[in-house]
């Protein structure tokens, strides 16, 4: 199958209101309920590295992908697919290539995974369900997402090596 052809086959198989509220819900907003748990996480001295481990990952994440996508400046699926709808309104970032929302949801959960792997996998979980999001939605293609999960790896993977070069 195609990019495009999958981006249509979940669109179908998204097709009653609940799954496309669900769709939604995973691709809009799924990664800010990260948020208040960082902040319940911070609290617990055992768990403030990652959490801080964990925003510095996000802000890098974020950066590489708008600087890729920027470059590439890839028309998102909706555009360029005959039959795909946006589901939600495009985001201001430039091009569909990589998927910032996802870079961050991985990165999150990435870094969460080396301090706490209940946690990391709980969180691998959400970003697995707002990658399918922005598929369904019409945002994104699967290589897309693929591009956004290798950003945030290597998001926590920039973090980690600055980290052990300062010597913390």
């Avoid at 981006?7 to 609940?18: E, H, S």
């Amino acid at each position: 199958m195609t990019d495009s052809e999958i981006v249509l086959a979940f669109q179908r198989a998204i097709g009653t209101p609940v799954l496309s509220a669900l769709a939604v819900f995973s691709s809009r907003w799924l990664i800010y309920l990260s948020i208040p748990f960082a902040v319940a996480a911070y609290r617990i001295r055992a768990y403030r590295l990652v959490v801080i481990e964990a925003a510095w990952s996000v802000l890098v994440a974020f950066a590489v992908s708008s600087i890729i996508s920027a470059l590439v400046d890839r028309v998102r699926p909706f555009l360029a697919v005959k039959g795909v709808v946006a589901l939600v309104p495009p985001n201001i970032q430039h091009g569909s290539f990589p998927s910032s929302h996802t870079a961050i949801a991985v990165a999150i959960a990435f870094a969460c995974a080396n301090g706490h792997p209940v946690l990391g996998g709980v969180l691998g979980t959400a970003a697995v369900c707002v990658a399918i999001g922005r598929i369904a939605t019409g945002m994104h293609f699967p290589t897309d997402i693929l591009g956004g999960v290798a950003v945030g790896m290597l998001a926590v993977l920039i973090v980690r090596a600055i980290r052990d070069g300062m010597g913390s």
